[in-house]
């Protein structure tokens, strides 16, 4: 069996003149949680159309699960595939129980598997009540229940934490991280990039139909080699020797602290450096960049210079 359940080899989607996906190459292994993340209109739903067989590229092949999207045996592969649109539509006057059977019989999926998936994301005691009256939050949850119909292997979620709280988002990630630990390889959209970044395996950057980077937030931060922080608190009294000591660094002087960028190579020496103060300082914290600096100095950058 194919492990690379995603392989884009140079994926182009041409809309008339507008080149919405441009020479995408993307391998996703068995198993890994992807995030994707762009500004809006980098082409992050028309490369979700194409992964599930919705678009057919204009350039390029998509295989998942090792077949074309454009061969007949695709349709056995959309069976295996979860996906959880950007606005989940459901309908008002119906039950979440009934709106679930309806999507278990369209997927071909025992009605009994209902409530199970139901209780996993915590709407068992609004099963009976119509989808009309449920919050945001609720509707979302109920797009998260079809989803995981049927045990998908491969999930594609596109901004699925729009409208849930800090407790459903937390939620969320958890039955997600359950999914992969049973296997499933899963591929997410966010535009909060600090609740993505610590949660996935990997992020790839798409800017202007394009991939900018790609990697875990480790290996984004190598790439782009901006500086950390270190953030110093001065002893009252002692601020003035930290400055001095730093002389010939770019230190900006706050209220609350004393702000070093520091590159990436230069961290222990820094540290060194803050040692020999000893008694001058009264707290340290170090700043590494969050995928927000590292967006905006790459991908976000691009895409408002395009
Ligand atoms: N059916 C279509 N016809 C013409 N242009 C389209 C079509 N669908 C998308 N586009 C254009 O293709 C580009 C990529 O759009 P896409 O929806 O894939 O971006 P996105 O990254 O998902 O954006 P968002 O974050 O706003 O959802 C945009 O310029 C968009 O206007």
Redesign the pocket.
Known sequence: MDDKLIDLRSVGKR??A?Q??DGVDLAVGRGRMVGLI????????????MMLGLLEPTAGEVRICGVRTGDGAFRDVRRRIGYLP?SFVAYDNLTGMELLHLFADLKKVARSACGNVLERVGLSAAADRRVGGYSKGMRQRLGFAQLLLGAPELVFL??PTNGLDPDGIHDFYRILHQLRAEGATIVI?S?ILAEIQERVDELVI?SG?RIAAQGTLAQLRAGAAMPAEFRLVARAGGAGRVIAALRGHRVQVESDCIRVPCEPWQKMQMLQLISTLGDAIDDLAIHEPSLEDLFFGMGGRHARAA
């Open positions: 809309y008339g507008l919405a996906v762009g500004h809006n209109g980098a082409g992050k739903s028309t490369l979700f159309k950007e596109d901004e959209t535009h798409l139909g």
